[in-house]
Structure formats: C-alpha cells, structure tokens
C-alpha cells in the first residue's frame, strides 16, 4: 500500500510552519546566549533572593486565578460538546490536570487531547468529542488574548505609538460579530469535513470575561516578580507578555521555553536583564513546575484509583 501523496500546497504549508518555528527558535537561543553571557549568575541569585514574599504570595494568588479560569473553558466545552454526560468534578480535574501538564510540557494539540481523553473516556466520551472540547478551549483561549490585546490597545500603551486604537477597535468590532453570529441562532459550526456545536451568544461572552481574566491573572503572575523600579506599569507590560507567550507557541518548544524569556528580556535594558531573569525563573516554578507537580500526582492517583478499582 502507497502512501498519499502530500499536494504542493501542503507540503509549502508544511515548510513555512517549520521554517518559522526553527526560525524563531534559533533568533531565541541567539538572543538569551548574547543576554546571559553578559550577566553574573550572583547577580541573578541575589535578584531572586530580593523579591518580596508579599510579591511571590501575591504571583502565586494570580496563578490560581488564572488556572482557574483556563479550568473554566473545559467545564463550558464539555458542557457545549456533551451536556449533561460529565460530572462538574470531573470537567474540573480534567480541564485543571490538562491545562497544567500542557504549558509544561507543550504540544497542546497532542497532550491536551490525549489527557483530555485518557479522563473524559472514562465517562463515556468519545474520540471525536474531545477533539471537539479541546477545538472550543482552544477557541476561547485565543478569544481571551484578542480580548485582553483589545483593551491594552484601546488605552493605548506607550508601546502602540499612536495606532493602537484603531487596531483595537477592529478587535471589538470582531467580537461583536461574532456575538452576532452567535446570537443567531447558530448551534454549529461546520469546517470541511470536521463540525463541532458552538457556545449560545451568553456562554460565548461569559467565556470573553473569564479569557479577560484569566490573562489578567496571568500577567499578573509574571509582573509581581518584577521589581518595582523597572517593572513600568501592567499596561505597558501586558503587550510584551502577550508578545512573548505568542512566540513561545510558535516556536512549538515545551512550554514554549526560551523563546519566552527571549522576548522578554529584549523589552528590558541590559543593566536590568538580570533582575527580570530571576523574575522569569521565579514565574517558572510558580506558574509551570508547581502547577505540573500537583497536576502530574493528581493524574497518577487517579490512574491507581481506576487501576484498583473493582470491575
């Protein structure tokens, strides 16, 4: 048997996808070798050591609020996807368990749906539905950084130079298309071959706040860390977060790492690069170990607690 042959277009698809996450890639390992080279490890140790507890506590209380959110987006797409068929304690655990495992580890399309999988089959769901629910996170997901860029654009940033109110009055007005869409009656949207139901016009908005939230929270966790000299304010450094998580997707990198920290250490001066890598190693624990560490115990208990349980 004979594999398919891939068309031109594919394959040209396929070669600019890679060409620009190794792209990307590459200008990152550039960019943090050139950055670090320049620092002294004391410098970055002793710049951890002077983050203020309330800071860390107060990063940590953000993190919450935005896993807390992104655990949301899994209870509404369950719901959408398979109402009524899943307990809210088990969309909870496997929207939380998979949101933490996959900002660890990367490759959402593949983990998210794979975990997703191994939990919500275990109450019936099948195959093609969860590809639906992870369709839908991902779906809100991005709706929450258009909502967030939308605002910072609107109270336009230093970082905008004058234009950020025009670009982000066309977000809005995406978003109240969409709405519209939504509120026309439309349970479905059909893409080739692939369909999947949509939220009503209510879920869909409520969705927006809790993305608005859910980048708030994150943000938040990064900016704490930062000392307060260098750290301008949240506004002005919302775009750079947003910016650096976007890279950090793709360049399709676990966790997106080290395009990340690329990008954020470019929006800052040398002399203060080595503060805001100690404040990006903090953010790595409290926003990606920590969360993985108690995600990845609580997959394994319940893994044993299928494995033993009586048939």
Known sequence: MTDKKRSPKTVAVWLA?????????????????RYIARMAWHDVRDAVDRIPRWHVAGSIAAALLSWACLTAYDVFAVE?????????????????????????????AITGTALRYRILSTRGVSAADVARVVGL?????????????AIALMLEPSIAHGWGRWLGAALVSLFVLLLRW?????????????????PSARSAGAQIVIGVL???????????LLPTEIAGSFLDFAPIYVGAII???VSNTPGGIGAFEALTLAAFPQEQRAQVLAALLAYRVIYGLGPLAIASLAL??????NRTRKP
């Open 182 to 198: 939504l509120a026309g009656k439309h349970d479905e949207l059909r893409v080739w071959k692939f369909s999947t139901p949509v």
């Open 300 to 305: 394994g208990a319940f893994e044993l607690h």
């Open 17 to 33: 996808k890679h060409v620009l996450m190794l792209a990307i890639l590459g200008v990152a390992v550039f960019l943090l070798h």
């Open 247 to 249: 890279a950090g997707i």
């Open 80 to 108: 959408t996807v398979v109402p009524g068929k899943v307990s809210m304690r088990m969309k909870i655990f496997a929207g939380a368990t998979a949101h933490a495992i996959c900002n660890a580890l990367g490759f959402h």
């Open 137 to 149: 996170v991902g779906f809100a997901v991005a709706m929450g950084f258009a909502a967030v860029a």
């Open 214 to 224: 859910e980048m708030i929270g994150a943000i938040a966790a990064m900016y704490l």
